[in-house]
């Protein structure tokens, strides 16, 4: 089976996604919402999950399986995004209208990984 070239750009990014959990683990457990236990685990957790379905992406019997991943993984961490938008200590810098659109990008990525399923 060939895959289009969308397909290893979304594996591609996020796997990176997941490997920058590792590597700047504060700015990730930063953004996790106070009402979530343990953001530590959570960052590693998430970290992991991305790493596993980018490169599940691109195994011709999982990629389903991991598109439906992404599509849990990003409902899952939705609220990281409403968490950024509303705490002005969290938001690294970024002007309320980015965080703002990046919210309805979730949707956007959603359904690319849907096409995938």
């Known amino acids: 089976m060939t895959f289009p070239w969308h397909l290893y750009l979304m594996a591609f990014i996020y796997t990176i996604a997941g490997i920058n959990h590792f590597r700047s683990p504060r700015m990730y457990q930063k953004i996790i919402p106070p009402y979530f236990p343990n953001p530590k685990l959570?960052?590693?957790?998430?970290?992991?999950?991305?790493?596993?379905?980018?490169?599940?992406?691109?195994?011709?019997?999982?990629?389903?399986?991991?598109?439906?991943?992404?599509?849990?993984l990003l409902i899952a961490v939705f609220p990281t995004h409403i968490y950024m938008y509303q705490d002005e200590k969290v938001r690294m810098g970024l002007p309320k209208w980015i965080l703002l659109l990046r919210m309805p990008l979730q949707l956007v990525l959603i359904y690319w990984g849907y096409q995938y399923t």
Request: one cysteine or more.
């Open 42 to 72: 959570l960052n590693i957790l998430s970290g992991c999950a991305e790493i596993i379905l980018g490169i599940a992406l691109i195994i011709p019997t999982l990629s389903s399986y991991a598109a439906w991943g992404i599509i849990v």
